[in-house]
């Protein structure tokens, strides 16, 4: 909605590949960040070949990267739990075109949960479990 005035709540930061990825890319694609694939289609009545060219990253590809989700008074835990079923479904799903051939497919690993309280001096950061999402709501 455009005019929404309310505060951005979710913020994803840009993933990078991780080294062992940019290794095996070196490896399989000759130092190439994304696999060529060529497809065709051929076209029924005149029998003539319709090649395309799809740029692809390659399966086990892994990425790290930050998904920030920020609280604010009076927000509820269902705001979480929403961002965390919107990531289930795209994990379902998938990313971009082609998801029919298998293209897109992804799977996000939380590796932990930090939380920066920035109401006080001096900011600190710390990691939380899980089961301590609850408490951070209503803080």
């Known amino acids: 909605n455009a005019k929404t005035e309310e505060p951005v709540r979710l913020r994803v930061e840009d993933f990078y590949p991780t080294e062992e990825t940019i290794k095996m890319w070196k490896r399989f694609l000759d130092g190439d960040f994304v696999e060529v694939k060529t497809e065709n289609t051929i076209d029924r009545i005149t029998a003539k070949a ?15 990267g930050f998904i920030k989700i920020r609280v604010h008074e009076g927000d509820k835990k269902e705001l979480y739990d929403t961002i965390i079923r919107g990531i ?8 971009g075109g082609s998801g029919s051939r298998g293209y897109g497919k992804v799977k996000f690993i939380k590796e932990k949960i930090l939380w920066t309280d920035y109401r006080k001096q001096p900011f600190e950061e710390k990691e939380l479990d899980e089961n301590e999402i609850a408490n951070i709501y209503g803080a």
């Open 88 to 95: 289930q479904l795209l994990e379902d799903d998938y990313l």
């Open 50 to 64: 319709n090649p395309r060219h799809q740029e692809r990253v390659i399966p086990f590809s892994e990425f790290t």
